[in-house]
């Protein structure tokens, strides 16, 4: 019997540390996390001006030219008279000179960090389509017979939180102070506001820290 208890004993001990370990490990994360977001936060609060918004333009195309085979004859000719008859079609851009230096803004990618600092149990998506937020018929009918379905087709949204289910609960835009209102928002918050998404708007330069961000998305 005595045995029995000691076992036991032995067991629920070692599950209670299990579990201190899993708490403990948690919190160090998210401190981690908090820490590293805090650091961002000061350093965009320290800039002079207004917040340093990445561009995406790309550099100068330059067209590769290819060296045409040599040809004999008839084929020669033919590629000759081509040439004098169609003017010179400007080079294709190459995708590489389009390429994004990164996928998110220097303002999307500070509003990333800060939720997923804010919300670890939670998925966080980031530069979505206001579309893919709907459940579309195959096809393009709907899309041909309703002017709202296009419309969303072109607008995004900067970041998605999201349930571990993917259910979307939040939505938020960030943006330069220098920029004016743009817009389409309105019709982004109303049609949030009809699928029941929040929605929350934060100026790139006063972005709120993980805690309060927390308790903006949740509340």
């Known amino acids: 019997m005595l045995w029995t208890i000691l076992s036991i004993a032995v067991v629920l001990a070692a599950i209670a540390y299990i579990a201190l370990a899993v708490r403990r490990a948690r919190r160090e994360h998210r401190a981690r996390s908090d820490e590293r977001a805090a650091l961002l936060l000061a350093a ?52 590489a000179a389009l390429r994004r230096p990164r996928f998110l803004t220097d303002p999307q990618r500070l509003l990333y960090l800060i939720l997923r600092a804010a919300l670890p149990d939670h998925i966080v998506m980031a530069n979505t389509r206001m579309i893919d937020l709907l459940d579309l018929p ?32 939040a939505a938020m835009v960030v943006y330069a102070a220098a920029m004016p209102r743009a817009p389409d928002e309105q019709k982004r918050a109303e049609t949030l506001r009809e699928l029941g998404i929040k929605f929350l708007r934060f100026r790139a330069d006063s972005l709120p820290r993980p805690a309060e961000m927390r308790t903006l998305v949740l509340s």
Request: hydrophobic share 35%; aromatic share 0%; with cysteine.
């Open 44 to 95: 965009m609060h320290g800039r002079g001006g207004g917040p340093k918004v990445e561009t995406t333009t790309a550099a100068p195309l330059t067209a590769a030219v290819n060296e045409m085979p040599r040809r004999g004859g008839a084929d020669q000719a033919t590629a000759t008279a081509s040439s004098i008859a169609e003017p010179d079609a400007p080079p294709a851009p190459a995708l």
């Open 138 to 169: 195959a096809g393009d009918e709907a899309l041909d017979h309703d002017p709202r379905l296009r419309e969303m087709l072109h607008q995004r949204i900067d970041c998605v939180v999201c349930r571990n289910d993917l259910v979307p609960v």
